[in-house]
Nanobody, 122 residues
Framework: QEQLVESGGGSVQPGASLRLSCTASGYIHPNYCMGWFRQAPGKERVGVAA????????YGDPSVEGRFTASKDSARNILFLQMNSLRPEDSAMYYC???????????????WGQGTQVTVSS
């Protein structure tokens, strides 16, 4: 059973950067993708970015392209999300997920982390 633990969230001003980390433990199917979702209050959870075993990154939200970068330390099984030029609309709970590739929609997901809060406000 895989376990996912996120860290790195916080409160920042618009234009700032944050890097989220997701440490995975337990058995993770070698063909699974790892991804990031986010959920703002009153809104549905949506896929942000996902990282495939072959190194391909898929961005599920066009608003983050060019600002967010997903990467993975495969040796330590840690998924990262580098978030630059943060905007107030990026405020949300960010969740790490593992699932069937591309892991950009909720039905793809087989396991969730507990989430880490990101708040962007002046």
């Amino acid at each position: 059973q895989e376990q996912l633990v996120e860290s790195g969230g916080g409160s920042v001003q618009p234009g700032a950067s944050l890097r989220l980390s997701c440490t995975a433990s337990g058995y993770i199917h070698p063909n699974y993708c790892m991804g990031w979702f986010r959920q703002a209050p009153g809104k549905e959870r949506v896929g942000v970015a996902a990282f495939a075993p072959d190194g391909t990154t898929t961005y599920g939200d066009p608003s983050v392209e060019g600002r967010f970068t997903a990467s993975k330390d495969s040796a330590r099984n840690i998924l990262f999300l580098q978030m630059n030029s943060l905007r107030p609309e990026d405020s949300a709970m960010y969740y790490c997920a593992v699932g069937v590739c591309p892991t950009t929609t909720i039905p793809d997901v087989v396991s969730w982390g507990q989430g880490t809060q990101v708040t962007v406000s002046s």
